[in-house]
């Protein structure tokens, strides 16, 4: 069975933790993905060749891999470059998501001239993290084996999606137009969202924050209770 076989109609559980939180810890990380895929996940999605490679070991689901790199003076951060896309590779990923905006990328690198090395020289297949349907319809001219709603919200010429939900209309013109697989991402935090994403036509559905960050579940509680410690 193909890895877009084993993905279809099914959820990919993204295990991160941000910069400070006590979660960010590869054995953390594993044990995150050992449960989601005990508790009927398809795949999972990670940052970073530690956390990836303690979660190879652990899970037999195919793996998104990303490595969130920041460089002076570029935007893109999420596997900007080969060197970053060939370590996720080695740490065990089945599929590497790549920044599919069209900002400046280090080294001069394009986003076309990285599709094809993944491709030519790793052999694997390449997720675009779109911000807009228009990325997402330009990756998949230039080769983009599937694309993503992953950045919606989160370039400044789409920043008016953040505070409204998962872009829904954004993966229903992806849906209909792209011609490659889609994946949900971003934002899709209840069941609810994950049903109506998959009936719309994604292949799966990625969901982070609601699942593997507890410290922002945490927060939704003590908020309500500060009115009362006063």
């Given at each position: ?20 939180s ?11 993905a ?10 999972i ?14 899970v ?6 990303i ?19 060939k ?23 394009t986003f ?12 694997l297949?390449?997720?675009?993290d ?8 330009q ?21 008016e ?12 013109a ?15 935090n ?11 036509g ?13 410290e ?15």
């Open positions: 069975m193909s890895v877009l076989d084993q993905l279809k109609g099914g959820l990919v559980v993204s295990c991160q933790a941000k910069e400070g006590p979660f960010r810890k590869p054995v953390i990380m594993a044990a995150m050992k449960a989601a895929e005990q508790s009927g996940a398809v795949g999605r990670a940052n970073g060749y530690d956390d990836i490679k303690a979660i190879r070991e652990e037999n689901l195919p793996i998104i891999g490595l969130k790199n920041d460089y002076p003076g570029f935007d893109v951060y999420i596997t900007p470059t080969f060197e970053d896309a370590l996720v590779a080695s740490a065990g990923a089945d599929i590497i998501a790549i920044d599919a905006t069209p900002r400046k990328r280090p080294n001069g690198e076309k001239e990285l599709i094809d090395r993944i491709h030519d020289e790793l052999n297949l390449v997720m675009a779109c911000s807009t349907a228009e990325e997402g319809l990756a998949a001219k230039l080769g983009a084996d599937i694309v993503a709603t992953t950045m919606s919200g989160y370039t400044e010429y789409s920043k999606t953040l505070n409204k939900g998962p872009d829904v209309a954004m993966l229903q992806l849906v209909e137009n792209a011609g490659v697989p889609v994946i949900a991402e971003g934002r899709f209840e069941p609810g969202d994950v049903q109506k994403a998959l009936s719309i994604a292949l799966a559905v990625v969901v982070g924050t609601a699942l593997t960050a507890p922002w579940r945490m927060k939704q509680f003590t908020e309500v209770t500060k009115p009362f410690r006063k």
